[in-house]
């Protein structure tokens, strides 16, 4: 089930895509036409949206029963989804549903294979989403990782303190900024991106919790949590890599014993899994329902 800020948002979708109407629909079609359909995938993945699919059904007033749920993996050319009802509400439907089952099996499908190729590196090792993701559609994005099994991480600046290299060019120093945000008391948990060795020590023993080790190559990673535990801060706090990692490097990123892998490459750079809705037939007042 989605919630009712999802189900506004679809409301939304729904009036930017039909605008004052589906002319060619109106025009073509006879008002009462029912009809069934099917929603197929035509490619290979891990689904997702399927819940959203069916909200953008139900604001149309099209009677819907999935036949894959989230989370399970699709093949070419299979029913995920059979529909019934009047074809102009299917018909203005079928663009935003596909859209989003599209986008979020993509992200899914991309979603799971960082995890299997991390995993063969470090099978304790999370796997999360960054904010690069679509304005507006960040809360689809990341619970799109979710069913394939990652983390989201943030979804929004508020959800805790995220120290970045330009907040340390205004804070000065590592520390400085550590002991600023533990004294604004608005976040129990302090994350500090960090790009070398020395400034990771400092994080640590100024008292962050988790230390982003952004951009740094895996040799320079271990070479850091070796450091963190010869000074015996290894174990106080979370080791976060992140910065061009996707599925060509993540097994290597993740074999270096850091805790957890974000990457924007599932949000921003991962292919939609195409999909199709095909009419199949023009209903008989005497057919059975769906």
Same mark, same amino acid.
């Given at each position: ?66 036949l894959k749920s989230d989370g399970q993996e699709v093949g ?37 294979e960082m995890l299997e190729r991390a995993r063969k590196g ?53 520390? #400085?900024?550590?002991?600023?945000? @533990? %004294? +604004? /008391?608005?976040?129990?948990? *302090?994350? $500090? =991106? &960090? !790009? ?26 271990? #070479?850091?949590?070796?450091?963190? @535990? %010869? +000074? /015996?801060?290894?174990?106080? *706090?979370? $080791? =976060? &890599? !992140? ?48």
């Open positions: 089930m989605i919630d009712e800020k999802a189900r506004r948002k679809i409301r939304e979708m729904l009036a930017e895509d039909l605008g004052r109407g589906d002319i060619t629909s109106e025009a073509l079609i006879p008002k009462g036409t029912r009809v069934r359909a099917e929603v197929l995938s035509r490619q290979a993945g891990t689904l997702a949206g399927v819940a959203e699919a069916a909200a953008v059904f139900d604001e149309m007033g099209v009677q819907h029963r999935a070419p050319d299979e029913v995920v989804m059979h529909l019934e009802g009047p074809a102009h509400g299917i018909l203005a439907a079928e663009r935003v549903a596909l859209n989003l089952l599209m986008r979020m099996s993509g992200i899914a499908t991309a979603t799971r470090n099978p304790k090792v999370v796997v999360a989403a960054t904010r690069k993701t679509a304005p507006l559609l960040t809360n689809f994005d990341k619970r799109a990782v979710q069913i394939a099994g990652g983390d989201p991480h943030r979804y929004r600046l508020d959800d805790f303190i995220l120290i970045k290299d330009n907040h340390l060019k205004l804070c000065g120093s590592v520390a #400085e900024a550590v002991r600023r945000a @533990r %004294e +604004a /008391g608005v976040s129990e948990k *302090v994350e $500090v =991106e &960090v !790009s070398d060795l020395r400034n990771a020590l400092e994080a640590a023993k100024a008292g962050a919790d988790v230390i982003m080790l952004d951009n740094m190559k895996p040799s320079d990673v271990r #070479e850091t949590i070796a450091a963190l @535990r %010869e +000074a /015996g801060l290894r174990d106080r *706090v979370t $080791v =976060e &890599v !992140s910065g061009r990692i996707d599925l060509s490097n993540v097994e290597e990123y993740a074999s270096t014993g850091v805790d957890v892998i974000s990457s924007s490459y599932m949000t921003l750079k991962a292919p939609a899994l195409d999909m199709s809705l095909e009419i199949r037939e023009l209903l008989n007042p005497r057919k059975e329902a769906l």
